[in-house]
């Protein structure tokens, strides 16, 4: 499995980006997909996921009503549109698959993309 994260960038407080997932090789829509971040000197933090092909979705309190995970199964891709970005936003977002556990666990994730840095500032 292969995941390919895009999206990032530089964005002024209270503006919005959406963040890209691309999945290829032997992976399919069934699996939960999540977004963490890693902001410098910190440990990795869950952001929000899809669980499987039910669309279930959860978020960190951190971002609920800010942040959107949504999936195209058709195109293997999962998006993280974030509004109302704040500078405590700023990490390193990392998608990542799921393959057995709680799914704000990063243990549980076997398969993750490269990253993609997101900075808030004005």
């Known amino acids: 499995v292969q995941l390919q994260a895009s999206g990032g960038g530089l964005v002024q407080p209270g503006g919005s980006l959406r963040l890209s997932c691309a999945a290829s090789?032997?992976?399919?829509?069934?699996?939960?997909m999540a977004w963490f971040r890693q902001a410098p000197g910190k440990e990795r933090e869950f952001v929000a996921a899809?669980?499987?092909?039910?669309?279930?979705?959860t978020y960190a309190d951190s971002v609920k009503g800010r942040f959107t995970i949504s999936r195209d199964n058709a195109k293997m891709t999962v998006y993280l549109q974030m509004n109302s970005l704040k500078p405590e936003d700023t990490a390193v977002y990392y998608c990542?698959?799921?393959?057995?556990?709680?799914?704000?666990?990063?243990?549980?994730?076997?398969?993750w993309g490269q990253g993609t840095q997101v900075t808030v500032s004005s």
């Open positions: 899809i669980i499987s092909w039910t669309s279930v979705t």
């Open positions: 990542a698959q799921n393959t057995g556990g709680a799914y704000d666990a990063p243990r549980s994730y076997g398969y």
């Open positions: 090789g032997r992976t399919e829509s069934r699996y939960g």
